[in-house]
């Protein structure tokens, strides 16, 4: 009776071992947040502000050190969320303007970036950016 419950659980354990996370782990290695993750867009204007607003500016009009994501450019069809994460992961080398690289933002995780981003697409929507 022991036995066929410990074989039950070895076997359960190594179901999920084997098969769940590896997706959520792909993700995560590619810097994007879990499945089913939702952004919320409140935490994200602070993470962006802290994060992202020195080179972007605080109401996302730009600066000198980078330029505006309330732009065209940016809305949803021209740079999806993923290139979102992958500018947040990888950084960004200099091709749409003349400020240089966007260094990678290793202290951003991908479920801030999640946030960051929905915090983006609605001020980019306010805007008429769509
Ligand atoms: C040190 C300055 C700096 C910081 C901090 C920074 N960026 Fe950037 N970012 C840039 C520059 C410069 C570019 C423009 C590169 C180009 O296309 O010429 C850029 C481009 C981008 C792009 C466009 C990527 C593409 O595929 O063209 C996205 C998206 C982006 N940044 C998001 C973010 C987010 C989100 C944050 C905060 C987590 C952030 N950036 C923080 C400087 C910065």
């Known amino acids: 009776m022991k036995l066929k419950l410990w074989i039950g659980l070895g076997f359960a354990t190594l179901l999920t071992a084997c098969s769940v996370p590896d997706q959520e782990e792909r993700l995560a290695n ?3 947040p ?3 993750f939702v952004g ?3 935490l994200g204007r602070e993470l962006y502000s802290k994060n992202c607003a020195s080179c972007h ?3 996302m009009n730009g600066s000198t050190q980078g330029p505006p994501l309330n732009h065209k450019v940016y809305e949803p069809s021209h740079h ?3 290139a979102f994460y992958r500018a947040v992961k990888d950084g960004v080398r200099a091709h749409h303007w003349k400020f240089g690289d966007m260094p990678p ?3 951003v995780t991908p479920k801030d970036a999640a946030h960051i981003i929905a915090y ?3 001020r980019q929507e306010r805007s008429g950016i769509r």
């Open 30 to 32: 590619q810097g994007l």
């Open 34 to 36: 879990p499945s089913d």
């Open 40 to 42: 919320d867009k409140n």
């Open 57 to 59: 500016g605080l109401m």
């Open 80 to 82: 999806a969320n993923l």
């Open 105 to 107: 933002q290793t202290q």
């Open 120 to 122: 983006v697409r609605v």
